[in-house]
């Protein structure tokens, strides 16, 4: 039996075939859930539409997370098509590309703003809206980085609006849990995507994996998956608030 049968997903921050949430899209139909996904903008819609027809998404709606009205807008469609739903996972980020090259205590106040509204109000404001067409049991997954705690050359204010994230999903996590949804993230390894590719230190950070991780291999969109279908499932019912790292381990190690 699949472990998500009957279960109603909810994918936010696919780009590509590359994207992590792509790979975790993936994972969570093959376990039997229903895919519903969001697109940026009309730019990235002519990439993620052939997506949501191969994965046979139920529906593909724009989400543009700095722009309040369209919070309300994805409430309404998700209530349209499905009533209500299971799984939320938040693969949303970004930062300015200028404010990861320069050095950090010249991070503009503009650029810090929205590394923190894009990359963690976001799941804050996503929560608020949906939390009410969220069915007991739920389980909301966000991704993050071990920058967030950790200071990683070029990584920058997005280390900070990561650990931002971190600390929100454990106080959504506290807030919801009487609600019977359950608030976690994965702290994932380097991954060539599209958002990462912005990061000037990223081939190093993935050469450090292969190096001195206990696994000596960089993860792959598959394996991340596989832990948000953990966290997703009935299997991770007792988990709430944590953060799960995928990375080959390299977070265990010292310098």
């Known amino acids: 039996m699949n472990l998500l049968q009957g279960k109603k997903a909810l994918i936010l921050g696919v780009a590509n075939e590359r994207s992590i949430a792509w790979g975790i899209a993936r994972a969570l139909k093959a376990q039997g859930a229903d895919i519903g996904m969001t697109y940026l903008n009309d730019a990235l819609k002519k990439r993620v539409e052939p997506l949501a027809t191969e994965i046979g998404a139920d529906f593909l709606t724009e989400l543009d997370v700095t722009v309040d009205a369209h919070y309300d807008q994805l409430k309404e469609t998700v209530e349209k098509e499905w009533g209500k739903f299971d799984i939320l996972i938040h693969s949303l980020a970004f930062a300015d590309k200028e404010d990861l090259k320069k050095r950090f205590s010249d991070t503009s106040r503009e650029g810090f703003k929205m590394a923190c509204d894009i990359s963690a109000f976001?799941?804050?404001?996503?929560?608020?809206?949906?939390?009410?067409?969220?069915?007991?049991?739920?389980?909301?997954?966000?991704?993050?980085?071990?920058?967030?705690?950790?200071?990683?050359?070029?990584?920058?204010?997005?280390?900070?609006?990561?650990?931002?994230?971190?600390?929100?999903?454990?106080?959504?996590?506290?807030?919801?849990?009487?609600?019977?949804?359950?608030?976690?993230?994965?702290?994932?390894g380097p991954i060539r995507t599209l958002a990462a590719s912005g990061v000037p230190g990223l081939k190093g950070f993935l050469k450090d994996v292969e190096e001195k991780a206990p696994l000596r291999r960089?993860?792959?969109?598959?394996?991340?998956?596989?832990?948000?279908?953990?966290?997703?499932?009935?299997?991770?019912?007792?988990?709430?608030?944590?953060?799960?790292?995928?990375?080959?381990?390299?977070?265990?190690?010292?310098?």
């Open 122 to 188: 976001s799941l804050i404001g996503l929560c608020n809206s949906l939390r009410g067409i969220m069915n007991e049991g739920a389980s909301v997954v966000a991704l993050t980085y071990h920058g967030s705690v950790k200071v990683l050359n070029g990584y920058n204010v997005m280390g900070v609006a990561k650990a931002a994230l971190e600390s929100s999903v454990r106080y959504l996590a506290d807030d919801l849990g009487p609600e019977g949804i359950r608030v976690n993230s994965i702290s994932a």
């Open 218 to 255: 960089n993860v792959t969109t598959e394996d991340v998956g596989g832990a948000a279908v953990f966290l997703s499932s009935s299997l991770g019912n007792g988990v709430t608030g944590e953060i799960l790292y995928v990375d080959s381990g390299l977070n265990i190690m010292g310098a």
